[in-house]
């Protein structure tokens, strides 16, 4: 049976957007306040560059954040034109409005590593959230766009520039066990952003190369009930003319397919790859 999904109509998607910038933000400010800023852990960032200079003037962190984000999204806007849209603005004055109401709750936890960790997370949660509603939360990540485009390094090098440096930092105003735990937060980030923006039902794709194919094909087709798709091959060796079988299941049907293609064709050659998202018939979007 096709699962049939209800489209909403661009105005109502255009307010869920919106809801999410909003809430992501929310959480990002709660793991600040209560987690990250407490303990001194400056993983990356405007928010980790308000930890430091918290720490050093006694500044209200909020008013800090703000002070970088307004002339930092002004410089993304001139070098980088006009694709941060308003969504993007709202996300870069709402963590620091959130960090500001948040400020007086009371720290979760003095164990750094712990306050590392569970920050990380929830700031991944956040960002994840934000990113899912097509939007960010610029600071840094706009300096890191800009060096991308008048340097030519990759995005990712540049936001590790950005965080390294931010990082590093930290290690001379604290000490070096701070700056590891900022690393450990930055990990944790990172991994829950992907978690978030790809879910937990990770698919698998399949490509079989067997000379039972029409066999394999069937038993996937109506025993595992997925699709499958003829690619034309040619045999390094052989020279020879063959077909791939390529097939994108769920995680959890991994199993049975293997047993399938075992039963027809022992020697079956079977290539496995995670597929970070699938969009599709039979898939959720």
């Excluded at 450990?184 to 937990?200: C, E, N, P, R, Y």
Aim: a positive charge.
């Amino acid at each position: 049976m096709k699962n049939r999904r209800k489209t909403l109509s661009p105005t109502w998607q255009k307010v869920i957007e919106y809801v999410y910038v909003v809430l992501g933000a929310a959480i990002i400010a709660l793991a600040f306040n209560v987690l990250l800023l407490p303990n001194h852990i400056a993983s990356g960032g405007v928010s980790g560059i308000s930890t430091i200079v918290n720490y050093l003037t006694g500044w209200t962190p909020a008013f800090i954040q703000w002070a970088l984000n307004i002339p930092l999204f002004i410089a993304g806007v001139f070098f980088l034109g006009y694709q941060f849209g308003i969504k993007t603005f709202i996300g870069t004055m709402t963590v620091p409005l959130f960090v500001y109401l948040t400020q007086g709750l009371k720290p979760w936890t003095t164990e750094p590593l712990v306050a590392a960790l569970f920050g990380g997370v929830l700031v991944g949660i956040g960002l994840g959230i934000v990113f899912r509603g097509k939007a960010s939360t610029g600071g840094t990540d706009v300096v890191a766009q800009i060096l991308h485009r008048y340097t030519h390094l990759s995005l990712g090098i540049c936001v590790a520039l950005i965080d390294g440096f931010v990082v590093i930092s930290a290690m001379f105003v604290f000490d070096i066990e701070s700056g590891l735990y900022a690393l450990i937060g930055l990990f944790a980030t990172s991994k829950t952003i992907d978690l978030v923006q790809v879910g937990l039902n990770q698919s698998k794709t399949v490509f079989i190369i067997s000379n039972n194919q029409e066999a394999i094909r069937e038993a996937i087709l109506f025993k595992i009930d997925r699709g499958i798709t003829r690619l034309s091959a040619k045999g390094g060796y052989t020279d020879e003319d063959k077909q791939i079988l390529l097939c994108v299941i769920a995680q959890r049907e991994f199993s049975r397919l293997k047993e399938v293609v075992k039963e027809i064709d022992p020697n079956a050659f079977v290539v496995v790859m995670s597929a970070s998202e699938v969009m599709g018939e039979g898939f959720t979007l």
